[in-house]
């Protein structure tokens, strides 16, 4: 500048006039927040499809085959059919058990003698307990057959496949996981029926007919998978993606079979919501009383933080594969309802399971290994008795008791 005179700046020009904001559709409407009333919907659609895109296949096959069968139940000559052909399904799953089944893994694994039979006690005496106690002593309005399906489900055996992947996605001992769900799933093909018949009274009574259905339909088939095993192992751990549908169409056609047999007799006319309610509240109430007792069980034997996981994921869980099969052997057309409580349980202890997994999986500890990637929490769902190929631990990581 010279001479003190200052530039003034050139005067801006006049601001245009804004354009008046728009009215909002007419469909959405302004709620006491603020809030738009379509803006909300619109995110619980969202939230309603991201659900249903999560949901597991199998999950959605089982709930689609009650449905089906609630809609479209078998009766007459074509439920005699499908009875036969159920008692043909069960008799295959076993035979398949029997043939995955390591002999070698189950040997291997006797060291974890702590593990193990902490995992037996919350299976088979302590689920027991909380069976007829809750009989007993709850409150909940039960239906008859809600209350013996509850028993039931309370004698059934540990999973194995849904307890080792959970185990390796929560950083646990692996190998120790499919041992114990192996012993307690063999275990059951013996303990259950007996308890059945203890517990259950008439309604599960172990006659002579009855122990040749559990000769013929579970032992006989396990034993013949277990004898056929060193000519068939290698062909089904390379086809084990193929019979995969084999052992899943089993179980829902053993589904579909009981739960027509219920629809036929009219057991859901006799079943409330309240009821159904009632069943929801008892059984998040037994699976938090298991994951309890074998946390604490887990600490007063003195495991390490691996094995501890692989025994509360395993203590606390019920092998619905098993369970579906006994239940139609040993309760025949009265199986529909009973399984009921077994069908809803599972699926809980596999929201908890998921839950409990992740959080583990996160806590800082430098020792252990990262979980593999077979070890994933979606592979949760693959139910089997022993679906593990003959060096599954030779594979997965994990540490003994010490």
């Not at 909300?40 to 709930?63: I, K, N, Q, V």
């Amino acid at each position: 500048m010279s001479g003190g005179l200052r530039h003034r700046a050139p005067p801006s020009p006049p601001p245009s006039p804004s354009p008046s904001p728009s009215p909002p559709p007419p469909t959405a409407t302004t709620g006491a927040d603020g809030g738009s009333t379509g803006g909300r919907c619109e995110a619980g659609r969202s939230r309603l499809g991201s659900w249903l895109r999560g949901l597991d296949p199998y999950t959605a096959a089982l709930l689609g085959t009650v449905l089906l069968a609630a809609l479209l139940p078998t009766t007459g000559g074509a439920a005699r059919v499908a009875e036969h052909a159920c008692d043909l399904a069960v008799g295959l799953l076993f035979f398949l058990y029997g043939a995955r089944l390591s002999t070698r893994e189950t040997l291997a694994g006797l060291r974890h003698v702590r593990l193990h039979g902490l995992v037996l006690a919350c299976t088979f005496v302590l689920f027991p307990l909380l069976g007829l106690a809750t009989a007993a002593l709850t409150p909940v309005p039960l239906t008859e057959q809600l209350r013996t399906g509850l028993l039931f489900l309370c004698l059934v055996p540990s999973t194995v496949q849904s307890s080792v992947a959970l185990t390796g996605a929560a950083r646990g001992n692996v190998p120790a996981a499919i041992c114990a769900g192996t012993y307690s799933s063999l275990a059951g093909l013996v303990l259950t029926p007996l308890l059945a018949a203890w517990l259950l009274g008439a309604r599960a009574a172990l006659s002579p007919d009855g122990l040749t259905r559990i000769g013929l339909q579970l032992l006989a088939p396990f034993l013949a998978g277990q004898l056929l095993r060193p000519r068939l192992a290698g062909f089904l751990a390379r086809h084990k993606r193929l019979l995969t549908p084999v052992d899943r169409g089993s179980i829902l056609l053993v589904v579909h079979t009981a739960f027509s047999a219920a629809v036929a007799q009219g057991v859901w006319s006799r079943t409330t919501p309240t009821a159904l309610l009632g069943l929801l509240a008892v059984l998040l109430a037994l699976l938090a009383a298991a994951l309890a007792f074998a946390r604490l069980g887990a600490r007063f034997l003195g495991l390490d933080r691996e094995s501890g996981i692989a025994a509360v994921l395993c203590g606390s869980q019920k092998s619905l594969a098993n369970g579906l099969p006994m239940a139609t052997v040993l309760f025949g057309p009265e199986a529909g309802l009973l399984v009921l409580p077994l069908m809803a349980y599972h699926q809980l202890q596999l929201i908890a399971g998921t839950l409990l997994a992740g959080r583990w999986s996160r806590a800082p500890d430098g020792r252990q290994q990262p979980p593999t990637a077979g070890d994933r929490p979606d592979a949760v769902h693959d139910e089997a008795l022993v679906a593990v190929s003959p060096d599954a631990g030779d594979r997965r990581g994990g540490r003994s008791e010490g």
